[in-house]
């Protein structure tokens, strides 16, 4: 998948969110955190950190992330 085009997004179900508007949150959120990460990176890098330990922190704090909102698959 090209890391640049918009994702597709899913439902629990495995079934693709067909909302236009739904979908349109979901990549400004996307392209929001990804330009983010990407910022921070940078910084990182300037500040003399290790790219491999700073994308581990970055996994650890998506792998890490709860919510209190249940799934549905509306």
């Given at each position: 998948?090209?890391?640049?085009?918009?994702?597709?997004?899913?439902?629990?179900?495995?079934?693709?969110?067909?909302?236009?508007?739904?979908?349109?949150?979901?990549?400004?959120?996307?392209?929001?955190?990804?330009?983010l990460?990407?910022?921070?990176?940078?910084?990182a890098?300037?500040?003399?950190?290790?790219?491999?330990?700073?994308r581990?922190?970055?996994?650890?704090?998506?792998?890490?992330?709860?919510?209190?909102?249940?799934?549905?698959?509306?």
């Amino acid at each position: 998948m090209d890391r640049n085009a918009e994702q597709v997004w899913l439902k629990p179900s495995g079934a693709p969110v067909s909302c236009v508007e739904k979908i349109k949150v979901l990549n400004e959120n996307y392209a929001e955190l990804k330009a983010l990460a990407h910022d921070a990176l940078e910084d990182a890098l300037i500040l003399g950190c290790s790219t491999e330990q700073f994308r581990q922190i970055l996994h650890d704090m998506i792998d890490g992330l709860t919510s209190s909102i249940a799934e549905s698959d509306e």
